[in-house]
């Protein structure tokens, strides 16, 4: 059982650092739209957004990717069919949990440990995309519509 939570551990911390550098990379899509609103005003809103969960998105399916590999590595599913260890980890991460696929007795932790890695790093991206969110609508309302401050 402690091979299992370290693995996942470790797993899990090689995720948060994944998404530690989506973080960064965040900082892009909101300089720019901040920056942006001095010429288009309330029309960065939307853009903003879509680039600020597409870096997201893209991050939690790394870290689903990374899930997968771990499990190949270690042979923690039957592999059936091409796919079936980003299928399990994708079902996992997010917390369907279907159980169509069964992990190996030896490995059955890293599946609940997916589930805890994937609603913490989820519920993280919840709060960057609401503080992304805020953070233009705010910049928006104290510079005006048409970014000069004047209201």
Do not use: C
């Not at 990379?25 to 680039?51: D, K, N």
């Not at 600020?52 to 771990?70: F, K, P, Y």
């Amino acid at each position: 059982m402690l091979e299992q939570l370290l693995v996942g551990l470790a797993v899990s911390l090689v995720n948060i650092a994944v998404h530690a550098v989506a973080m960064q990379a965040m900082r892009a899509p909101r300089r720019w739209a901040l920056a942006a609103h001095q010429q288009a005003p309330a029309r960065i809103l939307v853009p903003a957004m879509i680039a600020t969960v597409a870096v997201l998105m893209l991050a939690h399916l790394a870290e689903i990717g990374i899930w997968a590999l771990v499990y190949g590595a270690l042979g923690v599913i039957e592999w059936r069919a091409p796919g079936d260890g980003f299928y399990f980890a994708f079902v996992n991460y997010t917390t369907l949990g279907y159980g169509d696929v069964v992990p190996a007795p030896r490995w059955r932790l890293l599946g609940p440990m997916t589930t805890l890695n994937g609603i913490l790093l989820a519920g993280w991206s919840t709060a960057v995309i609401f503080d992304t969110l805020m953070a233009i609508s705010r910049h928006i309302r104290e510079h005006g519509e048409s970014g000069s401050g004047r209201h």
